[in-house]
């Protein structure tokens, strides 16, 4: 199983960005998509997930980013809105594809002042 993401760039504050990741391989059934970010020197942190008909943000995300997913192309997205500087990481795909956790390899995002 292979999690490809797109859609990382250099923006700046309060611009858009969305990003995208495709699972591929040999999927029977996904659980959770989601997004998680790692800034410079700080931990990975979860920024959204999605499964079983709920979804999850972190609280400093809340209001400015979606997350949705296609099922039926394993795709999941993370639209971002008016983005912060202190959004800047590195922006890693995760799903649950029983038995394992997936990730992909990351994307940078980077937001300018």
């Known amino acids: 199983v292979q999690l490809v993401e797109s859609g990382g760039g250099l923006v700046q504050a309060g611009e858009s960005l969305k990003l995208s990741c495709a699972a591929s391989?040999?999927?029977?059934?996904?659980?959770?998509m989601g997004w998680y970010r790692q800034a410079p020197g700080q931990q990975r942190e979860l920024v959204a997930m999605?499964?079983?008909?709920?979804?999850n943000y972190v609280d400093s995300v809340k209001g400015r980013f979606t997350i949705s997913r296609d099922n039926a192309k394993n795709t999941v997205y993370l639209q971002m809105n008016n983005l912060k500087p202190a959004d800047t990481a590195v922006y890693y795909c995760?799903?649950?594809?029983?038995?394992?956790?997936?990730w992909g390899r990351g994307t940078q995002v980077t937001v300018s002042s």
């Open positions: 999605t499964g079983g008909g709920s979804t």
């Open positions: 391989g040999s999927i029977s059934s996904i659980n959770d």
């Open positions: 995760n799903a649950v594809i029983p038995p394992l956790i997936h």
